[in-house]
């Protein structure tokens, strides 16, 4: 019979397999005080999912906390007028929301969270003009002392990147920088800060040769110069998109059209800039029929995901591209059939897993779909269906955190979902010990396991399963567990489950005694 125990020290070595977790299956309704025409979510470290919206020219706010309740609505800007809003939330779990106003001038804004307070700062202005429109406001983070801010005004035929930073010791906004002014349209602008704050930015500009990048020294605080891709053929190039690695690799990729064929092509940019540091590795080429919502993330060592949308179809792909090796690997099709747009979201987590999110549109269901990256196994995860409706979704934003905590949230008819799931990252690292206590009539064989513990926040308590069975429940800093009394040539099976103080679990670590 097997009986619990004290901790033995032997060790005997066995494999140890750790599976990823499942996403939560039931939604959440966000109440916002009228239908949102825009939104942008953000999950902090402690899986928290904070959520902004546009109603009706205002911008509000809430967060769907991890104890399965909604904050107060807070109106962050009720003057009407507003667009755009996008919010990130840093390492410590404060957050930041930008966007911009066309009531009265034309503002950029920004609010700023306290996660320590607990409260939201009144709205202010970072940049104001009264003849120039901002558009595609984005911010980031960059360690623990502060943000960037940066968008692109467009005024006329000239064109420039702005940009603020944010000072997160006295929770307040430097001066705006225009800089690096081009003749034409920019869009398509993308950048991406390092923990020194050092950044890079990405855009497409109107007229040949049409993607440009430059870099910011976040010692100097300095901008420099507005560097071109290269390209000889002058072949067009839009849907540019761009992300930044912890490690500072950055990664570009865009569509390019060049002798009647299209091509998704990604390459690697340095801090400081450096274009091209390889040639751009070519996913795909197809015909022009289209080839479109191209979306990427990043790992923190430099390998990007991307997923995109090609063909008449509406066939819907996934790629990933080594920023270490400069290597494009062979695209993987996760769902064919979609004639809508698909609302194309993707994230990385802390560990190399990414993770893809659609809509697909299925006769008269829409339903939304996920597909898992797995460092480990170095291979997509055919995709899953995380919720199903017979409504219209309009709108979808996905985050996700350092520890693989997301959030998805989306709009359907008049009503705004939040998909949240913060089931707790499972132990790792499981071995059996073997021992064996002779005694004066009988031998009997123990077994101690232990584990290396979750990675996530806010662990309560790890439960124990011997051969699928509950066994025991074990404090969170209880990192091994001994079973005596085993028969010695039968096969037993370990797993732990790692339990979050909200009560969400983690997927099973498993480990295998075969047995002599």
């Known amino acids: 019979m097997i009986s619990a125990g004290k901790n033995h020290p032997y060790l005997l070595f066995v494999i140890c397999l750790a599976l990823l977790g499942k996403v939560a299956a039931a939604p959440t309704t966000a109440p916002f005080s009228g239908t949102p025409s825009a939104l942008d979510t953000s999950v902090d470290p402690s899986g928290n999912a904070f959520v902004v919206a546009l109603v009706s020219g205002?911008?509000?706010a809430l967060i769907y906390q991890t104890n399965g309740t909604w904050s107060p609505l807070f109106p962050l800007y009720i003057r009407g007028g507003a667009e755009a809003p996008v919010i990130k939330t840093d390492s410590n779990g404060n957050a930041l929301v930008l966007w911009f106003q066309s009531n009265s001038g034309f503002d950029m804004m920004a609010a700023y969270y306290s996660a320590s307070d607990k409260t939201w700062s009144p709205a202010e202005t970072i940049s104001g003009s009264s003849i120039s429109t901002p558009s595609t406001p984005n911010v980031e983070f960059f360690g623990n002392s502060g943000a960037m801010g940066l968008w692109e005004v467009n005024n006329g035929g000239t064109a420039y990147i702005e940009s603020a930073l944010f000072d997160q010791d006295t929770q307040t906004w430097g001066s705006s920088t225009a800089t690096l002014p081009q003749t034409g349209t920019i869009s398509n602008t993308h950048f991406g800060v390092n923990d020194q704050g050092d950044a890079l930015v990405v855009w497409r500009l109107s007229s040949a040769p049409y993607l440009f990048g430059a870099s910011f020294d976040g010692g100097s605080k300095l901008w420099g110069f507005a560097d071109p891709f290269p390209n000889p053929a002058g072949d067009d190039r839009t849907f540019l998109t761009f992300a930044l690695s912890s490690a500072s690799i950055g990664v570009a990729s865009w569509l390019e059209s060049s002798g009647g064929t299209l091509y998704l092509r990604s390459t690697r940019l340095n801090v400081p800039l450096v274009i091209p540091h390889y040639y751009p590795s070519t996913f795909t080429s197809v015909p022009p029929i289209f080839l479109f919502n191209i979306e990427m993330a990043i790992s923190p060592s430099g390998n990007a995901f991307l997923i995109w949308q090609e063909n008449g179809g509406g066939s819907i792909n996934g790629a990933n591209f080594n920023g270490l090796t400069g290597q494009g690997s062979t695209p993987t099709n996760f769902a064919?059939?979609?004639?809508?747009?698909?609302?194309?979201?993707?994230?990385?987590?802390?560990?190399?897993?990414?993770?893809?999110?659609?809509?697909?549109?299925?006769?008269?269901?829409?339903?939304?779909?996920?597909?898992?990256?797995?460092?480990?196994?170095?291979?997509?995860?055919?995709?899953?269906?995380?919720?199903?409706?017979?409504?219209?979704?309009?709108?979808?934003?996905?985050s996700i955190n350092a520890v693989g905590n997301t959030a998805t949230v989306w709009l359907e008819g008049a009503s705004t979902f939040l998909l949240l799931d913060n089931t707790p990252a499972a132990p790792s690292n499981l071995q059996v010990a073997v021992t064996k206590n002779r005694f004066t009539f009988q031998t009997e064989f123990a077994h101690t396991v232990s584990w290396s513990p979750s990675t996530s926040p806010s662990i309560a308590s790890y439960k124990f399963y011997v051969n699928g069975e509950l066994f025991a429940e074990l404090g969170a800093n209880q990192l091994s567990y001994t079973v005596h009394n085993c028969p010695p040539k039968n096969p037993v099976t370990y797993q732990v489950v790692a339990v979050s103080s909200n009560g969400g679990e983690s997927s099973a670590a498993s480990i295998t005694y075969k047995g002599k």
């Open 58 to 60: 205002n911008i509000e």
């Open 336 to 398: 064919r059939s979609n004639p809508a747009a698909p609302l194309l979201q993707i994230g990385a987590d802390g560990f190399g897993n990414g993770v893809g999110i659609w809509r697909l549109v299925d006769g008269a269901d829409n339903i939304i779909q996920r597909a898992t990256y797995s460092a480990g196994s170095q291979t997509w995860g055919s995709p899953s269906d995380l919720y199903t409706t017979t409504n219209t979704v309009s709108e979808l934003s996905f």
